[in-house]
């Protein structure tokens, strides 16, 4: 297979399963106290440039149902770019695997918790900025750093040992 060929169906299962693992969690996906299951997904960056089209498209996607409408929609798929950059230009200058991952998994642990209260504020919640901004960053923690970890260690296995398709 083509190496652009790769990228794209990796792009295109990376968007696929951050929409499918939200909406099969989507009680908990969406709103003030939320764990978003999927976004164990945004330390792919560290590994696979394209994955940052794919998280940003799956957000995307992701967000047309939520309850938050538009807002979601332009913050999330925003913050997520974002982040996915961050995540992806960390994984480039830092070379301790740890390091790459912890550095790395700080941009979509505090862009969402400083972004995603502002799409909650702005839809008319009253809820105090700050209390979101901590349930956010805690629940981003959790599904980042808890859950990434073992799945940025795997799939990083996987490629180094030249798996088809985990494999440049």
Known sequence: MKKSTLKLVRCGMITALYVALT???????????????SEILTVLPLLYPESIIGLSLGCLLADIGSPFGYLDILIG????????????FAGRKIKNLYA????????????????????????????????NAASVGI??????????????????????KGIKGFAE
């Open 100 to 131: 790459r991952f912890f550095v790395g998994g700080l941009f979509p642990i505090l862009l969402n918790a400083l972004l995603i209260p502002v799409v909650w504020y702005l839809a008319g919640g009253e809820e105090l900025y700050f209390v």
């Open 139 to 160: 629940s981003q923690i959790l599904c980042v750093y808890g859950l990434g970890l073992p799945f940025y260690l795997a799939i990083g296995k996987l490629k180094q």
């Open 23 to 37: 909406y099969a969690c989507f009680s908990f996906s969406y709103g003030v106290i939320q764990i978003r299951i």
């Open 77 to 88: 798929t925003g913050t997520t770019l974002l982040a996915s950059l961050g995540t992806y």
